[in-house]
């Protein structure tokens, strides 16, 4: 059984098989989350998004991903997700869940069970965070890809910010199981995700 998680923490020690970068389509490393990664992972994470093929100078196109080594991170794993721009690019929802869509897909390709999320498009990108995370959760509760199952997905959410406001429980961590398929399930998380500001200690 697969199961969603809500974690206070960093995505830089997470110790999952990979984690998720919200990369830029260059793939050189960035602001917010991007530059986080690439700072706790060393130069070797660079060295990896180097070697990722480029056409024009874009190695990730928008709405897809990329899998590279991580560097000095405990993660196995880094996948590169390149998510739209809010008011930007065209179609915004579908392209946020097909980014969704391709790391997971990577992560069932590499065998890899434990994935861990930061929020795609919600930094500079302008993504609003109560829709994308009903995005992202519909997505995992829904899809009907038997691939998904058995893999545990985190979201990574601000520190400080207690999941007891929202579910009345002293946890830093909830784990919610998939197989509930329910609306109210999704309504909470978000709720919590959108009073967390959906992510952890950068500000975004």
């Avoid at 986080?36 to 991903?65: D, F």
């Avoid at 390709?109 to 302008?126: D, H, Q, V």
């Avoid at 946890?171 to 709720?191: N, Q, V, Y």
Wanted: aromatic share 6%.
């Amino acid at each position: 059984m697969n199961n969603i998680t809500l974690i206070e923490g960093d995505i830089t020690t997470a110790k999952v098989d990979v984690i998720v970068n919200a990369a830029n389509p260059m793939m050189l490393g960035g602001g917010g989350v991007d530059g986080a990664i690439h700072k706790a992972a060393g130069p070797r994470l660079l060295e990896a998004c180097l070697k990722a093929q480029s056409i024009n100078g874009i190695r990730c196109p928008t709405g897809e991903a990329r899998i590279t080594d991580s560097g000095n991170l405990p993660a196995k794993k880094v996948i590169h997700a390149v998510g739209p721009r809010y008011r930007i690019d065209k179609n915004p929802r579908l392209v946020l869940a097909n980014t969704y869509t391709a790391c997971l897909d990577l992560a069932i390709s590499n065998e890899l069970k434990s994935i861990a999320f930061p929020a795609i498009s919600c930094g500079s990108y302008g993504y609003p965070l109560h829709e994308a995370a009903t995005i992202a959760l519909l997505l995992f509760v829904w899809h009907k890809n038997d691939g998904y199952l058995g893999r545990n997905i985190g979201f990574l959410i601000k520190p400080n910010i207690s999941l007891t406001r929202t579910f009345q429980t002293p946890s830093k961590e909830m784990t919610f199981s998939l197989g509930l398929h329910s609306i109210e399930l999704c309504r909470a998380i978000t709720s919590c995700f959108h009073l967390a500001g959906f992510f952890q200690n950068i500000r975004i």
